[in-house]
């Protein structure tokens, strides 16, 4: 059997954000996603020079309508703070584990 009929398509959302930020940043992942990964002490060079210090990504994977709600939600910020957001094409087995509402379902025995 091909393993691609137990895959489902996906967003992946890579956020490197300053540590200041990182909480009203998780406010906003945990209304749309399942979970997060957050990996600190992000460092780089970009537009705003070099960052060795008080930065933090954020990893999470959400379904495209709730990639959306996010985006617009962040867009306002992106100009004014050293902020990098990394949206990728991916598949996922088991994508029930990624959508809040298929989550909540099954938490309350309907799934």
């Keep these: 059997m091909r393993r691609e009929r137990f895959m489902s398509r996906m967003k992946r959302v ?44 954020l990893v999470t994977i959400v379904t495209e309508d709730h990639l959306d709600a996010i985006i617009e939600a962040i867009l306002p910020s992106l100009n004014d703070r050293a902020n990098i ?3 990728s094409d991916i598949a996922v087995l088991r994508a029930e584990h990624f959508i809040p509402e298929v989550r909540a379902a099954a938490s309350r025995g309907k799934v």
């Design 14 to 57: 890579e956020i490197v954000v300053e540590s200041a930020l990182v909480d009203g940043l998780i406010k906003i992942v945990e209304g749309h996603a399942t979970g997060y990964t957050l990996v600190p002490g992000a460092t780089g060079l970009g537009q705003h020079g070099y960052r060795e210090r008080d930065m933090v990504m």
């Design 85 to 87: 957001v990394l949206i």
